[in-house]
């Protein structure tokens, strides 16, 4: 005879049922918010709706941008998929690499640990705004003078940091340079060549070049 099931095995048997099925459901809804092929990778943020979006106007490298952006997005967000601005990096995404640094009002921030909407009427500056036109300024110059990179990923940090370092204290002893940089990580281990890249701005920003 087969085994007869009693009403308390059917609802065992539902819930069972219930809890793979929202296991399914929660997997899949993982798989949506990854990009195939980057383990992890969250795709750009969802166009805000009308309801929970609230109009910005950040200034970023001179020029003004009306954006309408959800209370709650970074301004690394910001920069990177709605302006486009990718010489700023993510990384840690919670203020320990330092490779999202930009200058707000001048001085270094991690765009990671800023909403957009904090950084609105400031003037915003990312490494795309160091630049002469097609020549590079004086630190970046500097840094590729004293090969201070190897891999390259935490470079535009590095360099929007020294440049707010170098505003704030032009002429920059070598323990100064240290603790300016200190919050910023090279995974490579290339700080002799940036302390090195950050006294020859120095030098190259006395000489106006």
């Known amino acids: 005879m087969g085994k007869r099931t009693s009403p308390g095995d059917r609802r065992d048997d539902l819930s069972r049922r219930r809890f793979v099925n929202t296991v399914a459901v929660g997997a899949t809804e993982a798989a949506v918010l990854t990009v195939p092929g980057k383990a992890g990778a969250q795709l750009a943020p969802p166009p805000p709706t009308d309801a929970e979006s609230v109009t910005v106007v950040l200034n970023v490298n001179g020029r003004d941008h009306v954006l309408r952006v959800e209370p709650r997005w970074t301004l690394l967000q910001v920069l990177r998929d709605h302006l486009g601005l990718t010489g700023t990096k993510q990384g840690c995404e919670r203020g320990e690499c330092g490779a999202c640094t930009v200058l707000i009002g001048g001085v270094a921030r991690y ?46 940090g590095q360099i929007v940091n020294a440049e707010g370092l170098l505003r704030r204290t032009p002429a920059p002893s070598l323990d100064q340079i240290r603790e300016g940089v200190s919050g910023n990580l090279c995974r490579c281990g290339a700080y002799a060549h940036i302390f090195r890249a950050v006294g020859r701005a120095a030098q190259l920003r006395k000489e106006g070049r």
């Open 111 to 156: 765009s990671c640990m800023t909403l957009a909407v904090e950084a609105a009427g400031a003037q915003i500056t990312t490494i795309e705004g160091l630049m002469r036109g097609e020549e590079l300024g004086p630190v970046q110059q500097a840094f590729l003078e004293e090969d201070a990179l190897q891999c390259g990923y935490c470079t535009p």
